[in-house]
């Protein structure tokens, strides 16, 4: 059974930062591109940032320098550094995995970040 579990979310001030971290289970993590998005209320759901199995990153261009992805193959773990958020930046985060072996993609549950004074 295939799980990813995020967790990390939480209500934070503008100009704060958070980590997001995203468990990875049932799937060989070490050879799937990983990925976090963000889906606010009544808006699609966009991509955040990616990482492939050899750690090249891509990150939406609105969140670049703000944003780092970053992954533990030992620990089965992606993670999300958020710095200098703003309130536009609230949202649902998402974990995404693509997986080879399955052929398909698995999404975590989400975690929800506010920012707000």
């Known amino acids: 059974q295939v799980q990813l579990v995020e967790s990390g979310g939480g209500l934070v001030q503008p100009g704060g930062s958070l980590r997001l971290s995203c468990a990875a289970s049932?799937?060989?993590?070490?050879?799937?591109?990983m990925g976090w998005y963000r889906q606010a209320p009544g808006k699609q759901r966009d991509v955040v940032a990616t990482?492939?199995?050899?750690?090249?990153?891509n990150y939406a261009d609105s969140l670049k320098g703000r944003v780092t992805i970053s992954r533990d193959n030992a620990k089965n773990t992606v993670y999300l550094q958020m710095n200098s958020l703003k309130p536009e930046d609230t949202a649902v985060y998402y974990c995404?995995?693509?997986?080879?072996?399955?052929?398909?993609?698995?999404w975590g549950q989400g975690t929800q970040v506010t920012v707000s004074s």
């Open positions: 995404k995995a693509t997986s080879r072996y399955y052929g398909r993609d698995f």
């Open positions: 049932g799937i060989i993590f070490s050879r799937d591109t």
């Open positions: 990482i492939t199995t050899n750690g090249r990153t």
